[in-house]
C-alpha cells in the first residue's frame, strides 16, 4: 500500500507541475488539450494536413 501512496504523490506532483507551466504555453487555436503537438501553425508554403491535396 505504500507504493501506491507513493505513486500517488508523484502523479499529485506532477499535476502541479503542469498546472503552473500550462499558462506558459501558447492558447490552442482549435481548443483542444495537447497543443505541444499542434501548436504552431503549418507554414503557408504547404497546406494544412486537414484539407485534402488536390487530384
Given at each position: 500500500?505504500?507504493?501506491?501512496?507513493?505513486?500517488?504523490?508523484i502523479?499529485?506532483?506532477?499535476?502541479?507541475l503542469?498546472?503552473?507551466?500550462?499558462?506558459?504555453?501558447?492558447?490552442?487555436?482549435?481548443?483542444?488539450?495537447?497543443?505541444?503537438q499542434?501548436?504552431?501553425?503549418?507554414?503557408?508554403?504547404?497546406?494544412?494536413?486537414?484539407?485534402?491535396?488536390?487530384?
Amino acid at each position: 500500500m505504500e507504493i501506491m501512496v507513493v505513486v500517488f504523490r508523484i502523479g499529485e506532483n506532477i499535476q502541479v507541475l503542469a498546472d503552473a507551466a500550462r499558462p506558459a504555453w501558447p492558447p490552442p487555436a482549435t481548443g483542444q488539450p495537447g497543443t505541444a503537438q499542434g501548436a504552431p501553425p503549418p507554414p503557408s508554403s504547404q497546406p494544412p494536413p486537414s484539407s485534402t491535396p488536390p487530384g
